[in-house]
């Protein structure tokens, strides 16, 4: 049977939270938490690959303990088991440090893996790294942004959209991917199912010591990424009222912008090319 991992991430329901301006993260405990959209995705992917060739799916998560809450969704929508990577020693890991460490946890509860399955990126960061690090640290191939996949025997076959084409790609298992939310839209838990998976299943919980990993090699001091400033962005916009005759006020709006709208067009404006100064050829 097919043995599928699936990393997932609870990130905050709202997207605009406090930042620490010290640690530069976020305040998340400000906020009830939700299973990462693309995660999702990605898990609805699994599940159908289990309901069409069978396979047995393990949900994994890096976080606080009220992270538990997505694994035990994840189970509710059909994975078979929920493991929760949870330590505070873990906390504040920058991507290459949780790669590493989401792989030496696959070591311990699946090193028999087929298939790791993530979400192509999260809402309160937008990296899109974890997964192609986790396929590095795992050495195994890995693919970015699938839309569709399909398993013939050892052989994963999936195809992708990139810079507008549609790219059909095979790779040999074991091997990862990242679902993007343009397909495999999850399903509805109907609330009986939600009410069975938080009451009779157990999550199991991971720290430092069981995954053998020193409490020096995970977590903010272990991570090598620096936050060097956290700030909003703020939009500036500036009015500008043209006044005259039809011809001043479009010979002065290119005059002022005609780089900026030729730059939109994708073709280099002269003088005479706008609509005014075509009308004008016309009419000759």
């Known amino acids: 049977m097919l043995k599928i991992i699936v990393c997932m991430k609870q990130v905050p329901m709202v997207s605009e939270l406090p930042w620490d ?57 059909g994975a078979d088991r929920g493991v929760l990577l949870s330590d505070p020693r873990m906390a ?39 997964g192609p690090q986790l396929s590095e640290t795992l050495d195994i191939p890995g693919a970015a942004y699938v839309e569709h996949l399909e398993i013939d025997g050892r052989t994963l076959r ?20 990242t679902v993007t939310t343009r397909a495999y839209t999850p399903r509805y838990v109907a609330m009986s199912g939600l009410q069975d998976a ?47 005759s039809p011809k001043k006020v479009v010979d002065e709006l290119f005059e002022r912008f005609g780089d900026r709208i030729g730059g939109a067009m994708g073709k280099d404006l002269t003088p005479h090319d706008h609509p005014l100064e075509r009308g004008r050829k016309k009419d000759a």
């Open 21 to 77: 301006a010290r640690t530069g993260t976020l305040k998340r405990e400000l906020a009830d938490g939700m299973m990462n959209p693309a995660c999702k995705h990605a898990l609805e992917a699994a599940l159908q690959l289990k309901h069409g060739i069978g396979a047995q799916i393990t949900a994994i998560t890096m976080g606080p303990p009220a992270a538990r809450e997505i694994l035990h969704e994840a189970i509710a929508m």
């Open 92 to 130: 504040g890991a920058d991507t290459y440090v949780t790669s590493d460490t989401l792989a030496r946890a696959i070591g311990r509860v699946c090193p028999d893996f087929d298939l790791v399955m993530c979400g192509c990126h999260t809402t309160d960061s937008e990296t899109a790294q974890v």
């Open 158 to 177: 999936m195809q992708r959209e990139a810079d507008d084409f549609l790219e059909t790609l095979e790779m040999d298992l074991p091997g990862l991917v």
């Open 198 to 244: 938080f009451g009779e299943v157990d999550i199991e919980t991971l720290g430092c010591e069981d995954l053998g990993l020193d409490p020096h090699a995970a977590g903010m001091k272990a991570s090598p990424t620096r936050i060097l400033d956290v700030y909003s962005a703020v939009a500036q916009k500036e009015n500008l009222v043209l006044k005259g």
